[in-house]
């Protein structure tokens, strides 16, 4: 339960606000690469965290992220020419590069002051792992900018990487929180009560995992904190009085892992971005260090499948809030526990309907909540301590960004530290950066 | 003419309004019985005076009224399972029982203090004359609960009533304002002014009323105030010196009956529910005390008859605010006074063109609207004690509910009492509950 | 550059504002004529300046415009029967005149004091050069109204002129605004900029002017005032020294005409009338004082050219806001600076984009803003003065509006006060007025 100041703290992102100044200070994603496609292409809107941006893809092939207005008299950029290493304007003509210095001001008389004073908003840029990356932060032209944050997908070659993004209907926070309470597994994404679950003691995999999620829904949680955020761990019976862990990352602002992985599978992993205090996009990418993707795992995820859901050319969700996920009420009498098809519907619908910004004032948490209490203390102090002036650690801590979680097996009593250790091998997740590519 | 304040206290029904305590003091129509077919059915999203609620029928054929917002985080119930005579949240598996009590809260370790103190809003609801009804008001399970309301239609046997309900894209109180004003029949329901009055001594009853009702747009009014509200009868001249009289009643806080009927014929009345301050339900029923319901009848009922509207599946008008209710100028011109089809849809039209919540600070009323004003300071006037502490009595007036009104013919000079008693046998237009069923 | 409340002043146009009261004291189109084609048709719903008016041609011809809702109880008189030269609610039949007379209140008792005192608010119309024109000053049907502004194309034989209207989806004084700016032809309504000029000194003259305008985009403004606005004229260089003028009319309060016309052809003019503050209609004529319009100039016009949009049957423009104007990035970027086709679809679609009102707190004027500044100051000081109690003289000088803009070549150093000397016969264009028809 937060106060009502908190919630607002928590949730808005505008660029006056501390969470909004928060957010500024690391890279964002701002657009997927390839819905850029080509130099000098048709420029694109944008909005992040309330700003109204536009981005093209310049001659150079650098993307340009500027403000939608002109200087000038505030005219639309997005209708503006995407030519010359620029973006002009097509009411007069006003031609701004990546920096948003002007270029051309072809109705301002020689010599006149804002030939050199002029300046467009622009955020520099950077790609990297599919992803369009923009720095918003204060003075971004004229101090060194932190590196982009090392999330072990953007390094790996493409063949090993799936990189996608979707709509959520929401505030960002309750999306994350969704992803960081891994308790809700017993339920939201359950087969229907009648449905039995395979309890052969030889039984694959997979079915196991269910067996154990479905009929523990009280796990243990065990936090431990990072450089860059922490890990959570949430601890399940299993057979025999062996535990199932379940692990999911936090690093700040936005980032998160997900908790099913077992060695050798493919991870999954989600970035959110505030597209402003009602809506977010959340940048969802699968990422396999051992191997290159497979055509099979490739052509479910541009289907939609498991995390991934299924959306459209513009990265709406098929199944979204205005047609109620396609719920179908025999589905989840019969089959499963909510009605909806797929694993990021289910969150999508459940996310959504706490309300566009959830009221936090009202809620009721309990033990299995660890991780979002975690969550919240973590962004809103960092969110507290800017606006007292302390700038946050993480942003320079790029290198700590390179995290793993998933599943494992172990006997009771065993620490959260120790299973971390003998399934990744450090503490907290933590992998070591690849050689040299 | 009321205050801006008035006309606010009036028309605004939510949870901390004065009009919203009074109307909670009264049963209230939720949703028709047959909109919950099933026991264990899909649930059904409900708002009544601005409070969202899911409806669900559970695993006994009771029906639960409870909060849309799950306690635990705020996941909204209306994408629940109703099992096991309880509403289960997605999200965590909460369970809460018709009174919304934790009958499971899985991720609660046991022995925690939410298995005993946590409640989830729930209101009691009671089936009758095929409608669910809510109490709304304050501890409803703790104290004993008025009766039901003994409207007539409801205690007779299914096959002499027929009930629906229809949205009204306006406030709740001029659309009452509306049934209860009679006077504007001379008009608003009309044949064009160049269509012909049947002047014929021998003309058959119905056209005979409609040609009183043209030729004197003047009725004079007469008020009767009875335990639950009142009646008001409307006096027009008709043939040979005698006066054509038609009486409509007014029952706490939003029912009516409608002025029509001569003996023998099928009565109709109206309950309004605020949806919210710009939207109602009207739920409308015919009845006939003496008969079953033809085939005839209930056929022109389902399609859409006279005060009963043309509605589709979802109880929405198919002649709407949105499509300016088909109206058809050619028709306005030749053929009826409004060129839309249907008394109902006359009336939805023209109340809805008040605005979605009329602005009764600038109207100049008439004495043809003597019943319009004595609503107001009845409904007023019941609001403003109940904020000073003084219950309503009628709502432990159930009995007093059983009333009717409709059409008569008198000699000049005689009352409207004496009107009342020849039609109806009571001076206000009760009638005696049935023998035991 | 504005202040915030400035910017405010000069936009808002309601009842209640200094720009809404200095509006109200001219003439403003309420439709055109052909909207309303026969006496005792439909009512038609018409928003000025944020009122909500019916407009009805009555049973004599003559156009009445009245508030929407019927006094009694605030119905709404568009859905009202127009009929024996009044306009009457199908409530309870009340019914007015023209200038909002009670000519029937049927439920009214005779002698009541409604029958003398009450009235619905309405305006005096006339109509001319095929639009009705309205006037919503203080007190219209008790005092001497002005005569209405003599604009050249109204006082012509139809033959000679064609007049329409489209919408715009923004404020009034931004779109203005752009036609004021003639420097802006030099991009917005250009080729791409790899279509070569015709640089033949034998070209067309149409090509002629396209080349003189794509090669300076800085032309030299000056401002000349007269009885009711003023006049600008602009300079670009052409061939052997000579400068290319153009000039554009402003009159108050929202009046002005094209800069292109050269001697023989056909002139053009607009006239804003705000809807609300955040959408308006622009009246735009063509006239032609020396001849009737040709057959392919009307097929042309008709199905939009140049600055004529095209429009569907409720003047709403095909190529639009929601529609991103059909914008064809293929198009932008080889054929035209904007990819939009039209230059009234060029002009809405930049204007529009400024923002639905914009916001002149964050622009960067330049010296070929000069007419914008010039018709802000004339705006902003008559609804100033006005608002201190100065009458504005412009709207008692309806013979001065009869005026003239257009294109011509003059040797370097001519004044524009001779510019126009030569071109129209008059120092600011004025034209006389012709014989007498």
Same mark, same amino acid.
């Given at each position: 339960?937060l106060?009502a100041?908190d919630n607002?703290?928590l949730? =808005?992102?505008g660029?006056?606000? /501390? !969470?909004?100044q928060?957010f *500024?200070r690391?890279?964002?994603p701002?657009?997927l690469?390839?819905?850029l496609?080509?130099p000098?292409?048709?420029?694109m809107?944008?909005?992040l965290? %309330?700003?109204?941006l536009?981005a093209?893809r310049?001659?150079?092939g650098?993307v340009?992220?500027?403000?939608?207005?002109?200087p000038? =008299?505030?005219a639309d950029?997005? &209708?503006g020419r995407n030519?010359?290493?620029a973006i002009?304007c097509v009411? #007069?003509g006003?031609k701004? @590069?990546?920096?948003g210095?002007?270029?051309?001001l072809p109705n301002v008389?020689p %010599? +006149?002051?804002y030939h050199?004073?002029l300046r467009l908003?622009a955020?520099?840029?950077?790609?990297h792992g599919g992803?369009?990356?923009?720095?918003?932060g204060?003075?971004p032209?004229?101090?060194e900018l932190?590196?982009?944050?090392?999330?072990?997908?953007a @390094?790996?070659p493409?063949?090993? =990487?799936?990189?996608?993004?979707?709509?959520q209907?929401c505030?960002?926070?309750?999306s $994350?929180?969704?992803?960081?309470?891994t308790?809700h597994f017993s339920?939201?994404?359950?087969?229907? /009560?009648?449905v039995?679950?395979n309890?052969n003691?030889d039984a694959p995999?997979?079915?196991?995992?269910?067996r154990?999620?479905r009929? @523990?829904?009280l796990p243990l949680?065990?936090i431990?904190?990072?450089?860059? %955020? &922490?890990?959570?761990? %949430?601890?399940?019976?299993?057979?025999g009085g062996?535990r199932?862990?379940r692990s999911?990352?936090?690093?700040?602002?936005?980032?998160?892992t997900?908790p099913?992985?077992?060695?050798g599978?493919t991870?999954?992993?989600?970035t959110?971005v505030? $597209?402003?205090?009602e809506?977010c996009w959340?940048?969802t990418y699968?990422?396999?260090?051992?191997?290159p993707?497979g055509d099979?795992e490739?052509a479910k995820?541009?289907?939609g499948?498991g995390?991934?859901a299924?959306v459209?050319?513009? &990265? $709406?969700?098929v199944?979204?809030?205005?047609?109620?996920?396609l719920? @179908?009420r025999? #589905?989840?009498?019969r089959?499963?526990?909510?009605?909806? *098809?797929g694993?990021a519907?289910?969150d999508a !619908?459940i996310?959504?309907?706490?309300? *566009?910004i959830a009221?936090r004032?009202k809620?009721?948490?309990?033990?299995?909540d660890?991780? $979002?209490v975690?969550?919240r203390?973590?962004?809103l102090?960092g969110a507290?301590a800017l606006?007292?002036?302390?700038?946050p650690?993480a942003p320079? =801590? #790029?290198?700590?960004?390179?995290?793993r979680?998933?599943?494992w !097996?172990?006997?009771?009593?065993v620490?959260f530290?120790?299973?971390?250790?003998e399934?990744?091998?450090d503490?907290?997740?933590?992998? +070591?950066a690849?050689?040299?590519?």
């Amino acid at each position: 339960m937060l106060s009502a100041a908190d919630n607002d703290l928590l949730t =808005r992102t505008g660029a006056e606000t /501390p !969470m909004g100044q928060f957010f *500024r200070r690391f890279w964002q994603p701002a657009v997927l690469s390839r819905e850029l496609p080509e130099p000098d292409g048709a420029p694109m809107r944008v909005t992040l965290m %309330g700003e109204k941006l536009v981005a093209f893809r310049n001659s150079d092939g650098v993307v340009g992220l500027v403000d939608s207005r002109c200087p000038h =008299r505030g005219a639309d950029l997005y &209708f503006g020419r995407n030519e010359g290493c620029a973006i002009r304007c097509v009411f #007069h003509g006003w031609k701004f @590069d990546l920096q948003g210095r002007p270029v051309e001001l072809p109705n301002v008389p020689p %010599g +006149a002051s804002y030939h050199d004073t002029l300046r467009l908003k622009a955020y520099p840029t950077r790609e990297h792992g599919g992803i369009v990356w923009a720095y918003m932060g204060p003075d971004p032209w004229e101090r060194e900018l932190p590196q982009l944050p090392q999330l072990e997908f953007a @390094d790996l070659p493409p063949s090993h =990487r799936y990189v996608t993004k979707k709509l959520q209907e929401c505030n960002w926070a309750q999306s $994350i929180e969704g992803a960081l309470d891994t308790s809700h597994f017993s339920f939201l994404h359950m087969p229907a /009560p009648g449905v039995p679950s395979n309890a052969n003691p030889d039984a694959p995999a997979d079915e196991k995992r269910l067996r154990w999620i479905r009929e @523990d829904p009280l796990p243990l949680f065990s936090i431990l904190e990072h450089e860059v %955020g &922490f890990v959570v761990g %949430g601890a399940r019976r299993a057979d025999g009085g062996t535990r199932y862990w379940r692990s999911a990352q936090f690093a700040l602002p936005s980032h998160s892992t997900t908790p099913s992985t077992l060695p050798g599978e493919t991870h999954f992993g989600y970035t959110w971005v505030p $597209i402003d205090d009602e809506n977010c996009w959340i940048y969802t990418y699968a990422w396999n260090p051992e191997r290159p993707l497979g055509d099979d795992e490739l052509a479910k995820f541009k289907e939609g499948h498991g995390v991934i859901a299924e959306v459209d050319a513009n &990265f $709406i969700p098929v199944r979204n809030r205005a047609n109620e996920y396609l719920i @179908d009420r025999h #589905h989840q009498k019969r089959i499963s526990f909510t009605g909806v *098809r797929g694993v990021a519907e289910q969150d999508a !619908m459940i996310q959504d309907s706490q309300g *566009r910004i959830a009221d936090r004032t009202k809620e009721h948490l309990s033990a299995s909540d660890a991780a $979002i209490v975690r969550f919240r203390r973590t962004v809103l102090g960092g969110a507290k301590a800017l606006a007292r002036g302390i700038e946050p650690e993480a942003p320079r =801590r #790029h290198e700590a960004y390179r995290l793993r979680s998933g599943s494992w !097996m172990a006997s009771e009593g065993v620490s959260f530290e120790q299973v971390m250790r003998e399934r990744f091998g450090d503490t907290v997740g933590r992998v +070591a950066a690849p050689a040299a590519k």
